[in-house]
Each structure stands twice: as C-alpha cells, then as structure tokens.
Nanobody, 116 residues
C-alpha cells in the first residue's frame, strides 16, 4: 500500500502556471511508474503525463510543450509543472503510482480551476 498526498492545486487565470506535487509514503525506488491523470466534470479520466523509474516520460498530446513531469527520488515525490493553462483544463488532478509488483495507488486529487 502506498499513500499519496497531492498539493499545489488552486485557481489560476488563463495562461497562468501551477505546480502540482505528490508525495509518496514509501521509498520511491519500489515504484515503477508515477503519473498524473485528470478528470473534468462529466468527462472520463484522462492521462496527463507519466514518468518511469528510469526517467522516461510520456505526455498527452494536448499538454506537450506546456506541462512537464518530474520526480525527486530523495523526496519520494513527483511533480507536474503546468504552464499556459487553458479553461478546458480545469479538473481534478490525481497522482498515481504503479509499484514494481504491479499494484496501483491513487491520491485523493487536487482541484485545478483555470478562469477566463
């Protein structure tokens, strides 16, 4: 079991930036993949970005060149730097990890609201 605690969400204007953080309760080296998903009201949850233990990243096409995922192994954390935010990107952003055992955990989510 891995507990995940997200922070950094909030209200931002169009074109603004936010940095989301997610801290894991256990050593990050037992985690294979870390990532961020988002879900807007009435829509399905969608992948935003993932990062593997080796540092390889995968970004959704809609956020390429604007969002950057990173991880800090010393702090058992993953981050999502979001720039040039758009109103349609208002959603609950959730952190997820997949352990080397294949087990997946989810955080409680953090609200991001982009106002126009």
């Amino acid at each position: 079991q891995v507990e995940l605690v997200e922070s950094g969400g909030g209200l931002v204007q169009v074109g603004g930036s936010l940095r989301l953080s997610c801290a894991a309760s256990r050593n990050i080296f037992s985690i294979n993949v870390m990532g961020w998903y988002r879900q807007a009201p009435g829509k399905q949850r969608e992948l935003v970005a993932t990062i593997t233990s080796g540092g390889s990243t995968n970004d959704a096409d809609t956020v390429k060149d604007r969002f950057t995922i990173s991880r800090d192994n010393a702090k058992n954390s993953v981050y999502l730097q979001m720039n040039s935010l758009k109103p349609e990107e208002s959603a609950v952003y959730s952190c997820t990890v997949i352990l080397t055992t294949g087990f997946r955990s989810w955080g409680q989510g953090t609200q991001v609201t982009v106002s126009s």
